[in-house]
């Protein structure tokens, strides 16, 4: 602290030093000055030359020099804070008193803690320009936005929103053949409530727009108090969407970055993903997939199902899968048209195996004997599937086998379904993988209800549990003339979007959508 005084004092002395100089030298230059004057004047030139007025404190500590430069501090501060102007408040006109009809109009536009008591902000104090209302006046109309949730129905959207039932059921008498189909969840429903008669009384419905289909928009409005309803057909163009593009880091992450929507890439996943392992797909490999995709002239999008998926590898086998009908079944085929390969149910019944194939104890005929085939211990009544695809060469009683159904698969392989309850279907049919047959039962020679799975080779039974066969599809003639042009129309597809619907949206009619590179 002395320290820092002192410098101060010391800078403050050494110009006092100075000053004190130059002035006896100015005087010195005035010829007109006496000699006893300029005698004195030369003697205190050169005693404030000699004597040290603000020595430095950090030095000779407890010397007479470093007291009188602590004097000289204390001296300065001492004229410093006697020189100070002060900090006394300066008076003034105090403001008038408000009334308290006054003070009540500035405090309703206060913001207080309402946590501390107040109750500002929650009504204007009374004046001329405010008067209360005898009754509270309602809103004109009341515009809301409402959607379609999941596993919903149109009116119950529209009863949750608040439209009378009577309304509802008056929407719903006028677009039934519209959404009978059901509507899309998150289909936005937008809706007005005109005024009503009476507190006591829902809002009319005065309008209510809204998507019945991706080609149809709907508005129902009230007019001369009645419902009406008016369609909007809404073109939509069903090309479908082509997307190809180099695999990178990843084939998902560079489909999407190509512009490929995600339920499509999925569904490429899965399909390539049953004919080689998708960790074998290396960044330069080429994918190519058609998707179907609606583009409605409003800018809406509805991405389908996949069409094609086609892998063109670097190195190892490529892929060209195309979706196809036949016989009534849609299943992907490869290129040269044969379909995908189908193994055997694990269980023709959702139950336990009670018994295996072999020789055994008969427990009704006590004996042992040969059981040919294998028990499945299930439910009265549970539905019975079919192995595998085949024709219906037996169906109805079977001796011990009680109410039974033998199936016809080709290649001298064929099934039979023992013990049933009720029969489903009937010889001469044609079933496919996992078509309910039959149902569980406790008919012929049987303890409980379950069902005796047989597999028969060239007409001699085997252990069902030691074959393992699959199935699969094959066209031929017209029908793989169809699928090779189909093929063929999909692979000719422009990549990206139609030409027609990429100049709308230069043009901007049509918002963005996905586009491949």
Known sequence: MFHGS????????AAASLWLTDAVRDADRNAGAPDDWRGWREKLRDWAEDVELVPDLGQR????????????????????????????????????????????????????????????????????????????????????????????SLGRALARAGVSSGDVATVMSLVAG????????????????????????PRPLDKLAFRARLDLGIE???????????????????????????????????????????????SFLRVVARQIDLGSISAGDRYDM?????????????????LFAGLHRASGRGIDMLKWNSDGRTQWFEASGVGQRRGVLSAPVAGRMSSSF??????????????????????????????????????????????????????????????????????????????????????????????????????RTINPLSVRFTTTAQLAGRELAAFRARLVQ???LRVGLPVQVAQRQQAGSVGPAASGK
């Open 6 to 13: 002192q410098i101060n004092a010391q800078q403050g002395g």
């Open 61 to 152: 500590v407890g010397s007479f020099t470093w007291f009188r430069g602590l004097a000289t501090c204390f001296g300065l501060c001492a004229a410093a804070l006697y020189l100070s102007p002060g900090f006394q408040a300066l008076p003034g006109e105090p403001q008038p008193l408000m009334a308290s009809r006054q003070f009540d109009e500035v405090r309703s536009q206060m913001i207080t803690p309402l946590a501390m008591g107040a109750d500002s902000g929650r009504r204007m104090g009374p004046t001329d320009a405010v008067q209360p209302l005898r009754e509270t006046p309602e809103r004109p109309q009341i515009e809301l936005r409402a959607q379609i949730g999941g596993s919903d």
């Open 178 to 201: 519209d959404v009978r189909a059901g509507m899309k969840p998150g289909t936005p429903l937008d809706i007005m409530l005109g005024r009503r008669a009476s507190r006591d009384m």
């Open 220 to 266: 129902v409005s009230r007019a001369d108090g009645v419902l009406q309803v008016q369609r909007t057909a809404i073109h939509v163009d069903n090309t479908p969407l082509r997307i190809q593009g180099v695999v990178g880091e990843s084939l998902y992450h560079s489909a999407r970055a190509a512009g490929a929507p995600p339920k499509a890439i999925q």
């Open 290 to 306: 058609v998707t179907e995709y609606h583009r409605a002239d409003t800018g809406d999008v509805e991405v389908g199902d996949l």
């Open 358 to 459: 072999g020789m055994r104890r008969h427990p009704i005929l006590g004996y042992s004997r040969m059981h040919a085939g294998i028990d499945f211990a299930a439910h009265y009544g549970s539905p019975i599937y079919a192995a595998t695809d085949g024709v219906v060469s037996y169906a109805g009683r079977h001796g011990g086998h009680g109410n039974y159904v033998r199936l016809e698969h080709g290649n001298g392989l064929s099934t039979g379904y023992a013990h049933m309850s009720r029969i489903a279907a009937g010889p001469g049919q044609r079933v496919r993988q996992g078509q309910v047959i039959g149902y569980v039962g406790s008919t012929g020679l049987s303890t409980g209800p379950h069902l005796h799975y047989e597999l028969y080779r060239n007409g």
């Open 490 to 492: 999909l692979k000719s």
